[in-house]
C-alpha cells in the first residue's frame, strides 16, 4: 500500500511563487509514477505533471511547462511541485497521485487548495 500527504497551498499574487509537497508513505519501492493534478470548481480534474520512477521522465501540460517544475527526492518519499509566475488560472485544489505496482494501483491525496489572486 502507498499512502499520499500533500501540503503546502496557500493564497498568492499573480506573479508569484508556491512550492507544493507531497509526502508518500508505505511501499515507496512499488511507486512506478507520482504526479500532480488539479481541479478547480466546475472543471474536470487534469494532470499538471508527472515524472516516473525509472529515469525520472517528466511531462508537463502545455498550460504550465516553463512556470511548473516536478521533482522528486533521491529517496523517493517526497515529491514537489514548484510553481512560478503563477496566473489566477491556476486557481485549484492540487492533488498529489501515486501510480504503484506494476501501474496496477494509484494512490491519492486529500488535495490542497491554491489560489492565485489577480
Known amino acids: 500500500q502507498v499512502q499520499v500527504v500533500e501540503s503546502g497551498g496557500g493564497l498568492v499574487q499573480a506573479g508569484g511563487s508556491l512550492r507544493l509537497s507531497c509526502a508518500a508513505s508505505?511501499?515507496?519501492?512499488?511507486?512506478?509514477?507520482m504526479a500532480w493534478y488539479r481541479q478547480a470548481p466546475g472543471k474536470q480534474r487534469e494532470l499538471v505533471a508527472s515524472i516516473t520512477t525509472a529515469g525520472g521522465i517528466t511531462n508537463y501540460a502545455d498550460a504550465v511547462r516553463g512556470r511548473f517544475t516536478i521533482s522528486r527526492t533521491n529517496a523517493g518519499k517526497t515529491l514537489y511541485l514548484q510553481m512560478n509566475s503563477l496566473k489566477p488560472e491556476d486557481t485549484a485544489v492540487y492533488y498529489c497521485?501515486?501510480?504503484?505496482?506494476?501501474?496496477?494501483?494509484?494512490?491519492w491525496g486529500q488535495g490542497t487548495q491554491v489560489t492565485v489572486s489577480s
Open positions: 508505505g511501499t515507496i519501492s512499488s511507486i512506478n509514477n
Open positions: 497521485n501515486a501510480r504503484y505496482n506494476l501501474y496496477q494501483l494509484y494512490a
